[in-house]
């Protein structure tokens, strides 16, 4: 079960010099951030990996989504419909 205390996230390393932020997140939601960490890793680093992860897996999803496409055979039987000689 999600405690529902808070925990405060302090972020710095990739900000603009001397530019920082606090986000608040459940202890759970920490502890689950955590899992996907390094040794010596910042929360920050830990953050922006899995944020470069979600946009390479969002870009591939969008390049690799089926939806709208017609197959090679199907491209082919209605290009020669349409250019017939």
Known sequence: MESKSK????????SQPNET???A???????KIQEFGNK??????????LYKSAKERQL??????????VTAKDALERARKKWQK
Do not use: N, P, Q
């Not at 925990?7 to 990739?14: D, N, P």
């Not at 010596?40 to 990996?49: A, F, K, M, Q």
């Open 7 to 14: 925990i405060f996230i302090h972020s710095s390393r990739h």
């Open 21 to 23: 932020t606090t986000i």
């Open 25 to 31: 997140v459940t202890k759970d939601i920490r502890d």
């Open 40 to 49: 010596g890793e910042t929360y920050s680093d830990i953050l922006l990996r």
């Open 60 to 69: 591939h999803d969008l390049l690799m989504s089926e939806e709208g496409c």
